[in-house]
């Protein structure tokens, strides 16, 4: 099934119900079918056709919510970016997957101006008085069945080079992916859910795939900044579901005079992203013992891979559970052999929620997606090892690679020095990952100095200016020589490790 | 509240987010989450400095773009805490 159809199944259901809240905006399924079908017809105006890529930069908001439906009802594949994004990634993206159209905040048109990539690109503005909200004025589209095997999505996340690598899902990948969700979590019409996430982050927009499925209602915010006013929302709209990820838990767990009340509608929380350490999960049941909360797994590659059953918890401590309804999980050796229970190895997905592959990147397609050495068929193989016990419950250990996941975001070691070695005054430098308590591991940089005045904050400044925000160092440690092996190759591993430094910041 | 206050917040926000980086103009009515020139991590730093520097008692309740969101903000939320 196409995702746009759920929009449709669930207007034709109950046109009145509310479909989208945000900020004071309230959408039914039919004004919000309406609204989206009318921006389809502007995409298609301006030029949109059957297969190619929308990007949008917008901020969570109704208007990121009938962007992305829109898209999909002119047949074309929705390229959500977060709008925190810098220009030199920002221009990566549009170089590797050539948008037909961009779809931009009105704050954020400048930065796109000022990019080569975007000075030919067709330009809707997001804003007072912007043409997207211009655009919504016009006739709807009547559009023509597509099958559900066209490209729904094209996500981009960052490889271990750091650049970035579009993850292709087909409508039959998302549909795939929505329909186990909603099933394990008994989502219905009467659930809704509450996306602080952003929705250019595959488990964000998840969320709106999700409640349109099921006819429920999706509140929107766009940070959780302010904790409190996110709660206040929870308790004011009477919120069923709130998907978060480990940093938010650790956020809510420093409440000082937090009063459970404000959860008293809640169902279920979900955790994903990074794993959520178990100090945060036995807070919140505590916290919360009326809620069911969810441990689960995925990567963007498949949306979700594995999700702990919430009578399971105190069974299987530690674990993000069993493969998700509809999906495989094997935890497999170097040749694709599963392997014996308590055994680590490569955790490996099959299913129809697989993606298709990287846009326009066979190598790393050919090293994500590899046969099943005894079915020949394409299984993802997740670079993140795992041990399963004898009831293949899941228990994540390490990634195979560097990289580094930040407030739930992954970090391309690789992609912080580039910029690190770009900077006058620099060396050499290597980054790692550092243990923090809110966000599961800080960006850690070792420097070597070629001036001897540079300082931290010089430093983390420079990084500002050129990276986005949650790949910024957090911790800048000088030292005279970087850690080498004995082979003299430089090594993030020992770096990792404590030395006697000249300098560090918090 | 007075333009001291609004420019040791200022200070701040420009030492701690900006890394030092005095080029934004960050003028007194500016959205600090829109403008992602705070994270939301951020927010609770910016709330430990108010209550060292200012001698408040902050609440979670407080905590809300109503009251920190801008510089403007901000220090209206100090000269009423502190009038208590």
Redesign the interface.
Known sequence: MRIEQYLAASAAGDGRKTAIVAGSTRLSYARFLDLATRMAATLHDRGVRRGDRVLVLLDNGWQAAVAVFATWIAGAAVCPVNPATKGTRLGQIARDCTPALVIVEARLERLVEELPEFSQMPRLVSGEAGSFEAGLAAEPLVSEPLPDTDLAALIYTSGSTGEPKGVMLAHENVDAAARSITTYLENTADDILLVVLPMSFGYGLNQLITAMRTGATLVIEKSFAFPQAIFERIRDERVTGFPLVPAMAAMIMQARDLDPSYFASLRYITSAAAPLPLAHLDWLRAFLPHVGIYVMYGQTECTRAAFLPPADIDAKRGSVGIAIPGARADVVDEAGEKVAPGTMGELVISGPNVMRGYWGNEVATARALRPDPRSGALRLHTGDLFTADADGYLTFIARMDDIIKSRGEKVAPKAVEDVLCRMPGIAEALVVGVPHDVLGQAVKAVVVAADPSLTERDVMRFCARNMEDHMVPKIVEFRDALPKTPSGKASRRLAAEPANTTGSAA | MSDETKAAIRTFIVENF????ESHALPPDLSL????L???????ELVGFLEERFGIQV???????VN??TIDRIAGFITRKQAV
């Open positions: 900006l890394f030092g980086d989450i829109d403008n992602d705070i994270d939301s991590t951020g927010i609770l609440a979670d309740a407080d905590i809300v773009p920190l969101d």
